[in-house]
């Protein structure tokens, strides 16, 4: 197996290694030497394994460069980052999700090879893999593994109940992610069951992501913030950083991603509105998502305009920049709204409160924020 992944991205080329984010990049002329060794009988250059040596601690010196370096080709497509749902089960119930009524539906294996490797033709190198609960899925490992065997370099969002599992922790070892996200849902059993709605979900956490901090896993924790724990946030962030990981929050609760509103309910009274001015984003242009059905879209939330990208392969990647213009526009009661400019709340996501019915503070600065708490 490869050492290294070499890759275009977004006009640059990068040099990576596969369980960590940070990497090195290379101008083009390296890189086209460095394709033609991967081809050839030669060992990586030198100007390569000195760097790598001071920033892994990795000895390529010697080494062929068949072997040592999975180098990626360049494509006529420019989507360097996607987002895959390999389903929408889950063995949690929390009241939050986005999801809304979770079906445990997916597409067979030959289906979701063909999706992998379309996503790799179309030039993505970060992958995220999420659910539902992605490790639940019983072709999850395979999917899993064929994303890093084309050279992906690989996110997973997780709730970390299953990590604990042998099989599942040496694949994670043996072809390390560069992050692992798992979600933080309380400081005690008694909080955390309630809030997942599962008898047994804490202590199923605790033995996951022991297991995988205890194995060097690169683990990311967010600390997932409603009414039902925001009792114990500073109990939540205190386990947090006993971890001695990095942290973040999600507390800004949204409607559906079908645009029902009940996952509102459970807002934090005392966070929430920290979102930072929408400036625009890549959704559609350069990164896209894909659900457990083959359907693409430009992210997870704006799903108005799917296609399925099975059928309709690499070409009909061309449709998502337009889709993507055309769904950022200010519509409805937000056209010519004197505070665009200091919005936190993008427009698809602004969609989706309006059709949830949710309290106007709860995503439009025009309400103030005191009479907006939901």
Request: glycine share 8%; proline share 5%.
């Amino acid at each position: 197996m490869y050492e290294l992944i070499v890759s275009p991205f977004l006009g640059d080329y990068l040099v990576l290694k596969p369980g960590d984010s940070k990497g090195l990049k290379v101008p083009e002329h390296r890189y086209l030497e460095l394709q033609q060794a991967a081809t050839s009988d030669v060992a990586v250059p030198e100007w390569l394994c000195r760097p790598v040596l001071r920033h892994w601690d990795l000895d390529l010196s010697g080494q062929n460069a068949s072997t040592a370096l999975l180098v990626r080709d360049t494509v006529p497509y420019g989507y360097g980052r996607a987002s895959y749902e390999v389903n929408m089960a889950c063995n949690w119930e929390c009241p939050h999700c986005y999801l809304g009524l979770k079906e445990d539906a997916g597409m067979e294996w030959a289906d979701r090879e063909r999706l992998l490797r379309l996503l790799r033709d179309a030039g993505v190198l970060w992958f995220q893999i999420t659910g539902g609960e992605p490790t639940i899925d019983r072709q999850f490992p395979a999917v899993y593994s064929l994303a890093y065997e084309l050279g992906m370099m690989i996110e997973v969002l997780t709730n970390g109940s299953r990590l604990h599992n042998p099989l599942l922790l040496s694949l994670l070892t043996e072809r390390r992610p560069y992050r692992l996200t798992l979600s933080l849902y309380g400081a005690t059993e008694e909080s955390y069951d309630q809030l997942t709605q599962r008898r047994g979900a804490w202590k199923a956490f605790r033995r996951g992501v022991d297991a995988a901090l205890e194995a060097g896993l690169p683990v990311e924790l967010s600390v997932i913030v409603t009414r039902d724990n925001e009792h114990e946030i500073d109990a939540m962030y205190d386990l947090a950083n006993s971890f001695g990981v990095r942290t973040r929050e999600y507390n800004n609760m949204t409607p559906t991603y079908f645009g029902s509103g009940e996952t509102l309910s459970v807002q934090a009274l005392t966070r929430g509105d920290e979102r930072g001015v929408f400036t625009g984003c890549d959704a559609g242009h350069t990164s896209l998502h894909v659900d457990p059905l083959g359907m693409a879209s430009i992210c997870k939330v704006a799903r108005d305009k799917q296609f399925p990208v099975l059928t309709e392969g690499l070409a009909g990647l061309s449709k998502l920049g337009g889709i993507a213009d055309q769904a950022l526009l200010r519509q409805g009661g937000c056209s010519g709204c004197q505070l665009s400019e200091q919005c936190s709340t993008c427009m698809p996501l602004a969609q989706r409160y309006r059709q949830a019915d949710a309290p106007l503070g709860s995503y439009c600065q025009h309400t103030p924020k005191e009479v907006t708490t939901p």
